[in-house]
């Protein structure tokens, strides 16, 4: 019995052991791997998100487009944008040789850009610093490009100074930046001035010295003498507050748009010895229903363009015989093409007219146009053409370079710390505005004694002289006082040349545009990279193309005819 219990415990005993070996060598080896894991891990850098090294940035798209973005031409008029400004543009003059560029900033800081090359990447520019605690508010030429009125306005009024070069070098031979030839201070008390005009005084017994006009958001306007600084004189429009005053571009009138719907004009009278003898007011301009927020003058002085918050842009005749009590006339009363998204009309902020009287551009917060100047029709629209909204319209007063040829540029400036260069609309907007109209009878005027053998003997006449049918036509209107040849002979022009073989072999519209593409091709040659030339090519031949195709369908030209650039010189020598 003994022997049996020795032997049951042993065999426990030695089962407790080999169970302990067991387990404790599986227990090592799970602890082995739980360490060997732990240590693992943080040299694993997926499963480690806080490692040491943070992963390389990608450059952010967005940031890249926002950069090309702002060298992106935003319309096709737009020639260039002028960077460097640090805060809002509050107004902008060229210079009477359109050469230089000058911009009144809110960073208290005055910038003379020379325009070389209106399509240049860049532009060298000279930097005035203004007194402290100054903000300019206008900036015009004084006298030729290196003479500058600034108005500045500080806590206790409105200043304007002068800057100047001056003519001796400095030790280094260079010379030294422009200082202050003269200035004033509160010249409209503590108000602020809101524009300043500048032009050269050559009517009448002028000297030829540049007259400047500053005009306070109150009441009153003041004339300077641009290279002294002399106060010339003095007027108050008595209308609550002022919008803006200008000088005739030949220095004798002065005009000025206020809260009121008239514009009050005083002449600049001249003495012998060329200085100013008096302001005295002449004429007012009456037609308006509403107040009138700006106008300019004609680049001959005799008319004024006003707009007007009624909706309306008027046309003046301001060449009258006032000293007779004859008053102005109005010439022309156009719509302003401008509504909200009620269909309510909205005004022009401001006018600028070009050197040549033909083409009048307007803005209307960030809008900017382009009107015919003779009709009033949009030529065309530059909506958001800042950012923000328009501060300052002006056109060069000569045409600058742009790449290889000339053109009229107009410079605007906004709130977006930009001044942008446009190109004036392409002369084929301007065609079209001339059109003839057709006489009010159809019959022969009673007092017409031609008969219709001498009109077909006239027509037969023209067309052997190389004349196209539209040209007899107007000979005839003109010369002959023949309003409709159909009246006359019961037939049209083109019908009569082919009664007598003479009637051209392509038709004269379809001549005309083979004509203008051929030209456009000769530029070409000489001018490989002008883009906009080529663009206006593909327009002009696909409408031959178009016509082309009418005119076999309705058989006036053969079935066979085609349009090749490489002959079509020889169709229209």
Known sequence: MDSVLVVGIASVILGALIAVLFFGSYFRKRTS??????????????????????????????????????????HPLDLNTLKGHGDAVTGLCFSSDGKSLATACADGVIRVFKLDDASSKSFKFLRINLPAGGHPTAVAFADDASSIVVACHHM???????????????????LPLPSIKWDHHHIHEKRSVLTISGATATYGTADGSVVIASCSEGTDIVLWHGKTGRNLGHVDTNQLKNHMAAVSPNGRFLAAAAFTADVKVWEIVYQKDGSVKEVSRVMQLKGHKSAVTWLCFSPN???????????????????????????????????IPLCDSGGNPLHYDRLSLCPEGKILAASHGSTLQWLCAETGNVLDTAEKAHEGDITCISWAPKAITVGERHA?????????????????????????????????????????????????ESICKFAKKGLTPSQIGVILRDSHGIPQVKSVTGSKILRILKAHGLAPEIPEDLYHLIKKAVAIRKHLERNRKDKDSKFRLILVESRIHRLARYYKKTKKLPPVWKYESTTASTLVA
């Open 156 to 174: 206790s009024g409105s200043s304007l100074y002068m800057y100047g070069e001056d003519k001796q070098k400095d030790q280094q031979g260079k």
């Open 33 to 74: 791997e739980v360490q060997s894991m732990a240590k693992a891990e943080p040299q694993d850098p997926i499963r480690n998100p806080k490692s040491n090294h943070p992963a390389p940035k990608k450059n952010h798209p967005k940031s890249q487009a926002s950069d090309k973005n702002q060298n992106k031409r935003h």
């Open 301 to 335: 002085s005799e008319k004024i363009i006003t707009a007007s918050k009624d909706g309306s842009i008027r046309v003046w005749n301001i060449n009258v015989r006032y000293h007779l009590d004859e008053d102005p006339k109005t010439l022309k009363v156009f719509p």
């Open 408 to 456: 009229m540029v107009l410079g605007t400036s906004g709130d977006d710390k930009k001044v942008k260069l446009w190109e004036a609309p392409k002369s084929q907007s301007l065609k079209g505005i001339s059109a003839s109209a057709l006489p009010y009878k159809r019959s022969s005027p009673s007092w017409l004694k031609t008969t219709s053998q001498d009109v077909d």
